[in-house]
């Protein structure tokens, strides 16, 4: 038996207008209207048998029509309307199953169709159906509805980093939890495969089997001589584009700029063919370019340019010198180098030694972060720590990471190929919006945008989060299929989020800046309902990172604290 077996005196109203997917409905009975509740479900009457339309009520209007009444001479009236969104249709059978909900719409509801409450028992049956609809055992989930809190909110995997997701909301809505919830999953299943760009080491606490902690090598990694199997991460400067070699060597407003560009990109190409002619890789001699991650001696670059920015050349007249072409014009260029060369901070790019110029030394460093199983045979979720990147790089230094995850999917043959999720937290960071800042800002894009447009072909999914989602590349934003938007405070951030969101569901949108903690807001590919969500904790939770200021300044400072950070300071070390 349908388990919407309503009567007719049920009815809150009849459909008065059908406009795709929204539907108004006059409600006869002004007493009925406070039942109704916006971001409430609705069912109506289809024209098909055995099936009705569920949707959300998205608005309640009541007004006087003294005026719609003024040729009946009646006086004052009130008409109530409900404006409803459809979400979906349910079926009371189909074919051998019973109780199916679809997303799609397979009827309208017919001018004078019945409109009932979704509620009490109706509801609860109804939630439980759409939780039976994920298969429990390997379904996501991330917590119960909130309409119903016995019944689980299962989520589509497949669909949710098939078309990347973003996980939104303001600084401590859960953001972070929820993301833990997700990758706590991940690592249950054998041969999951995810980046998780973490940049302030909140997520050092998520240890369990399928979890695996990186960091990028700070001054402390480097001097206490860690490697890779330490956890250290180096990414030698030979990894980096010639764009973003430029970026970060080349002053944008030096006149001589476009020459250093030149000679950088001429003399790096060389130093590739070198290495490559000495290591005897002639096949590869063939085919590289700039931007092939082959290793080149960083010393010998920077000798050759200071050869070529000293160069004499001879003069007019037999047996005088003149300044070369480029004689003085690499100075700015090479003091630059030699600054970041001995930055310690910088130390993973520069300082990674002999080591990481070995030809085999980025299947070390791909297999650390992307292969899927150890020789445990346990599945990989990589959680790469960036706390010690130096901001002005820090676009650069997490795009190249995405750049070897998605170059190496790009040149995986696809039967060889194994899906990678790539979780960027704190994505405005190195995801912002184009114009304003510098060329980092745009390297990142450039890679992050072409992620988001071919991901999918390749197998990578992004999931962006980000307590700013109007500093977000507008773009990438764009790109996501799934929203789960958690409490919201600020009103561009809404605004932005409310446009993300299908135009029927406006009026869902209104509650995100009043979701509890750990409330979300989920709309989306991957989820059968646009559904408020109570996330479920995660079982180790992430570092809250927040320091307790005023109970701190009432405990006893160390005495030789700041002694011991102005050494550190000179010495570039911790
Ligand atoms: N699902 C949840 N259930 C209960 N409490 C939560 C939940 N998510 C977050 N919190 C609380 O809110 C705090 C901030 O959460 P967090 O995920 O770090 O926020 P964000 O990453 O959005 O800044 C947590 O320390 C925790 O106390
Ligand atoms: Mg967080």
């Given at each position: 038996m349908?388990?919407?077996?309503?009567?007719?005196?049920?009815?809150?109203?009849?459909?008065i207008s059908?406009?795709?997917?929204?539907?108004?409905v006059?409600?006869?009975n002004?007493d009925l209207?406070?039942?109704?509740?916006?971001?409430?479900?609705?069912?109506?009457?289809?024209?098909?048998?055995?099936?009705h339309l569920?949707?959300l009520?998205?608005?309640?209007?009541?007004?006087?029509?003294?005026?719609?009444?003024e040729?009946?001479?009646?006086g004052?009236?009130e008409?109530?309307?409900?404006?409803?969104?459809?979400?979906?249709?349910?079926?009371?059978?189909?074919g051998?199953d019973?109780?199916?909900f679809r997303r799609?719409l397979?009827?309208?509801?017919?001018?004078?169709?019945?409109c009932?409450?979704?509620?009490?028992?109706k509801?609860?049956?109804?939630?439980?159906?759409?939780?039976?609809?994920?298969d429990?055992?390997?379904?996501?989930t991330?917590?119960?509805?909130?309409?119903?809190?016995?019944?689980?909110?299962?989520?589509?995997?497949?669909?949710?980093?098939?078309?990347?997701?973003f996980i939104?909301?303001?600084t401590?809505?859960?953001k972070?939890?929820?993301?833990a919830?997700?990758?706590?999953?991940m690592?249950?299943?054998?041969?999951?495969?995810?980046?998780?760009f973490?940049l302030?080491?909140e997520?050092?606490?998520?240890n369990?089997?399928?979890?695996?902690?990186?960091?990028?090598?700070g001054?402390?990694?480097?001097?206490?001589?860690?490697?890779?199997?330490?956890g250290?991460i180096?990414?030698?400067y030979?990894?980096?584009?010639y764009?973003?070699l430029?970026?970060?060597?080349?002053?944008?407003?030096?006149?001589?700029a476009p020459?250093?560009?030149?000679?950088?990109?001429?003399?790096?190409?060389?130093?590739?063919?070198?290495?490559?002619?000495?290591?005897?890789?002639?096949?590869?001699?063939?085919?590289?370019?700039?931007?092939s991650?082959?290793?080149?001696?960083?010393q010998?670059?920077?000798n050759?340019?200071?050869?070529?920015?000293?160069?004499?050349?001879?003069?007019?007249?037999?047996?005088?010198?003149?300044?070369?072409?480029f004689n003085?014009k690499?100075?700015?260029?090479?003091?630059?180098l030699?600054?970041?060369?001995s930055d310690?901070?910088l130390?993973?790019l520069?300082?990674?030694?002999?080591?990481?110029?070995?030809?085999?030394?980025?299947?070390?460093?791909?297999?650390?972060?992307?292969?899927?199983?150890d020789?445990n045979g346990?599945?990989g979720?990589?959680?790469?720590?960036?706390s010690e990147?130096?901001?002005?790089i820090?676009p650069?230094?997490?795009?190249?990471?995405?750049?070897?995850?998605?170059?190496?999917?790009?040149?995986t043959?696809s039967?060889?190929r194994?899906?990678?999720?790539?979780?960027c937290?704190?994505?405005?960071?190195?995801?912002?919006?184009?114009?304003s800042?510098g060329?980092a800002?745009?390297?990142?894009?450039?890679?992050?945008e072409?992620?988001?447009?071919?991901?999918?072909k390749?197998?990578?999914?992004?999931?962006?989060?980000?307590?700013?989602?109007?500093?977000?590349?507008?773009?990438?934003?764009?790109q996501?299929?799934?929203?789960v938007?958690?409490?919201?405070?600020?009103s561009?951030?809404?605004?932005?989020?409310?446009?993300?969101?299908?135009?029927s569901?406006?009026?869902?949108?209104?509650?995100?800046?009043?979701?509890?903690?750990?409330e979300?807001?989920?709309?989306?590919?991957?989820?059968?309902l646009?559904?408020?969500?109570?996330v479920?904790?995660?079982?180790?939770?992430?570092?809250?990172?927040?320091i307790?200021?005023?109970?701190?300044?009432?405990?006893?400072?160390?005495?030789?604290?700041?002694?011991?950070?102005?050494?550190?300071w000179?010495?570039?070390n911790?």
């Amino acid at each position: 038996m349908s388990i919407f077996n309503y009567s007719i005196d049920d009815a809150l109203g009849k459909v008065i207008s059908v406009d795709t997917t929204t539907v108004i409905v006059e409600v006869a009975n002004s007493d009925l209207l406070k039942r109704l509740q916006v971001n409430r479900l609705a069912v109506l009457q289809s024209s098909k048998p055995g099936q009705h339309l569920i949707g959300l009520i998205s608005q309640v209007t009541r007004k006087k029509t003294t005026e719609l009444l003024e040729g009946e001479g009646e006086g004052v009236n009130e008409l109530n309307l409900c404006k409803v969104a459809l979400i979906g249709t349910f079926l009371d059978r189909d074919g051998a199953d019973e109780n199916i909900f679809r997303r799609t719409l397979e009827s309208v509801p017919e001018i004078d169709a019945n409109c009932f409450a979704l509620e009490g028992e109706k509801l609860t049956s109804f939630m439980r159906i759409l939780s039976r609809a994920g298969d429990e055992e390997s379904s996501l989930t991330l917590g119960q509805y909130t309409l119903d809190e016995q019944a689980t909110a299962y989520l589509n995997g497949n669909k949710f980093f098939q078309r990347h997701a973003f996980i939104g909301g303001s600084t401590g809505s859960g953001k972070s939890w929820t993301t833990a919830k997700i990758i706590e999953q991940m690592a249950n299943l054998s041969t999951s495969n995810a980046i998780v760009f973490d940049l302030h080491g909140e997520y050092e606490p998520l240890n369990q089997d399928g979890i695996k902690h990186f960091k990028v090598a700070g001054p402390a990694d480097i001097e206490a001589g860690k490697t890779l199997n330490d956890g250290a991460i180096y990414l030698p400067y030979w990894l980096l584009s010639y764009e973003a070699l430029v970026s970060m060597f080349v002053e944008r407003s030096d006149q001589n700029a476009p020459n250093q560009s030149m000679i950088m990109s001429r003399e790096v190409n060389s130093a590739k063919r070198k290495y490559l002619t000495d290591g005897g890789h002639n096949d590869v001699l063939d085919n590289f370019t700039v931007d092939s991650p082959v290793p080149f001696d960083i010393q010998e670059l920077i000798n050759e340019l200071n050869e070529i920015n000293t160069e004499q050349v001879p003069g007019a007249r037999a047996g005088t010198t003149k300044a070369g072409e480029f004689n003085g014009k690499l100075s700015r260029m090479i003091a630059r180098l030699e600054n970041k060369l001995s930055d310690r901070r910088l130390g993973f790019l520069f300082q990674g030694g002999t080591d990481t110029l070995r030809f085999d030394w980025l299947q070390d460093l791909t297999t650390a972060l992307l292969g899927s199983t150890d020789e445990n045979g346990v599945g990989g979720i990589k959680i790469i720590n960036f706390s010690e990147v130096p901001s002005d790089i820090l676009p650069l230094i997490v795009s190249l990471v995405a750049r070897i995850a998605f170059s190496l999917q790009q040149w995986t043959p696809s039967d060889l190929r194994h899906p990678v999720a790539l979780m960027c937290d704190e994505a405005h960071l190195y995801m912002p919006q184009r114009n304003s800042s510098g060329a980092a800002d745009d390297i990142s894009l450039d890679i992050f945008e072409r992620i988001a447009k071919e991901g999918r072909k390749y197998g990578v999914s992004l999931v962006v989060i980000s307590q700013r989602p109007s500093e977000v590349n507008k773009t990438l934003l764009s790109q996501c299929s799934n929203f789960v938007s958690m409490r919201l405070t600020n009103s561009d951030d809404q605004s932005v989020v409310k446009k993300l969101l299908p135009d029927s569901l406006g009026g869902f949108s209104e509650i995100l800046p009043t979701l509890d903690t750990g409330e979300a807001l989920v709309v989306g590919d991957a989820c059968l309902l646009p559904s408020r969500i109570r996330v479920d904790e995660p079982v180790n939770k992430p570092n809250s990172g927040t320091i307790d200021f005023w109970d701190e300044w009432q405990e006893a400072a160390p005495a030789d604290r700041l002694a011991t950070a102005i050494n550190n300071w000179r010495k570039q070390n911790i």
